[in-house]
């Protein structure tokens, strides 16, 4: 196996170079720098270059990658379900989605939830794992390594995207639901940030991950390019439809369903098993949570589409719209904005 080289040079250079990278610390619970456009937590951005140079990644994985607050947990819970149906099936007591948080069983690449470990340790857990290996991701595509993101690269990659409105809603409730776990400075920070106050970070794009927009931008491109590696979902599409999502997803992970498992069910025992009504009930979803002290019942909250319009005011609604519509000008995409209650 190929020694990682470069890794100390790239991560040297990571070093000098962060500091100089501009700074936002209104958005808590973490501080954040701009690297290539996009703001990242600093521990993400100082993780980066062992990321690039020591994930080895397999022809058979499958990434996860989204903004935050777009879908992730329901998509890690079905693709998971999905492609390791034959070894749990969905309707099995002791599956273990029934014991373990979706994010427990599909990691982060990057990081924990709660940023406290290193990539090398998380990236020697993932050598590991079996294969089809699901991991997650909140990189943008072009801070993704080239062995995943290259022409090249035989990995497949699902991303999921989500109307900014509700993906700004949703993060925002899930910031002061979570910010006891950051320690008392960042975790008050995010108490006390006002709605007003945390638009203006999303409509600048100053906040995990963001521009939402160019963020998903880029992997809406990187799917026309490349439509055999990499999957574009929507979570409203999603919503409206479940079933057909599943078999999509199996499709694409190239384990698609059977006449017999379509007509045993199997099918809707996954849309099942990963409804937010049946992860929501599970006792591990309300009572467990990771060491970090981040409860995993923050993951489950509405999932509906449209909650925005309980939240935002038609003005602001306009404001980052206009935004928006600005920012995908002559991309051919456009988001969804149904009001799925
Ligand atoms: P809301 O806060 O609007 O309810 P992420 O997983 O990327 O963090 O996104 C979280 C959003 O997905 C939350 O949206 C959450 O309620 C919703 N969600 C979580 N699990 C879900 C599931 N199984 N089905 C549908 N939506 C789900």
Same mark, same amino acid.
């Given at each position: 196996?190929?020694?990682?080289?470069?890794?100390?040079?790239?991560?040297?250079?990571?070093?000098?170079?962060?500091?100089?990278?501009?700074?936002?610390?209104?958005?808590?619970?973490?501080?954040?720098?701009?690297?290539?456009?996009? %703001?990242?937590?600093?521990?993400?951005?100082?993780?980066?270059?062992? @990321?690039?140079?020591?994930?080895?990644?397999? =022809?058979?994985? @499958?990434?996860?990658?989204?903004?935050?607050?777009?879908?992730?947990?329901?998509?890690?819970?079905?693709?998971?379900?999905?492609?390791?149906?034959?070894?749990? =099936?969905?309707?099995?007591?002791?599956?273990?989605?029934?014991?373990?948080?979706?994010?427990?069983?599909?990691?982060?690449?990057?990081?924990?939830?709660?940023?406290?470990?290193?990539?090398?340790?998380?990236?020697?857990?993932?050598?590991?794992?079996?294969?089809?290996?699901?991991?997650?991701?909140?990189? =943008?595509?072009?801070?993704?390594?080239?062995?995943?993101?290259?022409?090249?690269?035989?990995?497949? @990659?699902?991303?999921?995207?989500? $109307?900014?409105?509700?993906?700004?809603?949703?993060?925002?409730?899930?910031?002061?639901?979570?910010?006891?776990?950051?320690?008392?400075?960042? #975790?008050?920070?995010?108490?006390?940030?006002?709605?007003?106050?945390?638009?203006?970070?999303?409509?600048?794009?100053?906040?995990?991950?963001?521009?939402? %927009?160019?963020?998903?931008?880029?992997?809406?491109?990187?799917?026309?390019?490349?439509?055999?590696?990499?999957?574009?979902?929507?979570?409203?599409?999603?919503?409206?439809?479940?079933?057909?999502?599943?078999?999509?997803?199996?499709?694409?992970?190239?384990?698609?369903?059977?006449?017999?498992?379509?007509?045993?069910?199997?099918?809707?025992?996954?849309?099942?098993?990963?409804?937010?009504?049946?992860?929501? $009930?599970?006792?591990? $979803?309300?009572? #467990?949570?990771?060491?970090?002290?981040?409860? $995993?019942?923050?993951?489950?909250?509405?999932?509906?589409?449209?909650? %925005?319009?309980?939240?935002?005011?038609?003005?602001? +609604?306009?404001?980052?719209?206009?935004?928006?519509?600005? +920012?995908?000008?002559?991309?051919?995409?456009?988001?969804?904005?149904?009001?799925?209650?």
């Amino acid at each position: 196996m190929p020694a990682p080289v470069d890794a100390t040079i790239q991560a040297g250079r990571m070093a000098a170079l962060l500091p100089s990278l501009p700074l936002e610390t209104r958005c808590p619970p973490l501080p954040l720098r701009r690297y290539n456009g996009f %703001w990242l937590p600093e521990a993400v951005l100082t993780e980066l270059p062992a @990321i690039h140079a020591r994930l080895r990644p397999r =022809p058979s994985d @499958i990434f996860l990658a989204s903004f935050p607050k777009s879908g992730t947990t329901w998509l890690k819970a079905l693709a998971f379900a999905t492609v390791h149906r034959a070894r749990h =099936p969905p309707s099995g007591a002791d599956h273990p989605l029934r014991r373990m948080n979706p994010h427990e069983c599909v990691r982060f690449m990057e990081m924990d939830p709660e940023l406290r470990r290193d990539a090398s340790s998380l990236l020697e857990e993932f050598e590991e794992l079996d294969s089809p290996r699901v991991l997650g991701t909140h990189l =943008p595509y072009c801070l993704l390594p080239d062995s995943i993101a290259g022409e090249a690269a035989g990995s497949r @990659i699902m991303y999921v995207c989500r $109307n900014p409105k509700d993906a700004f809603v949703s993060g925002l409730f899930f910031v002061k639901k979570v910010s006891s776990a950051y320690g008392a400075g960042a #975790g008050a920070g995010a108490q006390s940030l006002s709605l007003e106050e945390a638009f203006e970070l999303f409509c600048e794009g100053r906040l995990f991950a963001g521009p939402q %927009w160019k963020h998903v931008l880029q992997y809406w491109e990187a799917s026309m390019r490349r439509p055999k590696q990499v999957l574009f979902l929507e979570y409203e599409r999603m919503l409206r439809d479940p079933k057909a999502t599943v078999k999509k997803l199996a499709e694409f992970m190239g384990c698609g369903f059977s006449k017999e498992e379509e007509e045993g069910g199997v099918v809707d025992e996954i849309v099942k098993l990963c409804s937010l009504k049946e992860l929501k $009930n599970m006792e591990v $979803n309300k009572s #467990g949570g990771n060491q970090a002290g981040v409860r $995993n019942e923050a993951y489950f909250r509405k999932g509906s589409s449209g909650d %925005w319009r309980n939240h935002l005011t038609p003005e602001m +609604a306009a404001r980052l719209d206009k935004i928006v519509e600005d +920012a995908l000008q002559g991309s051919g995409f456009a988001f969804v904005d149904d009001a799925i209650m």
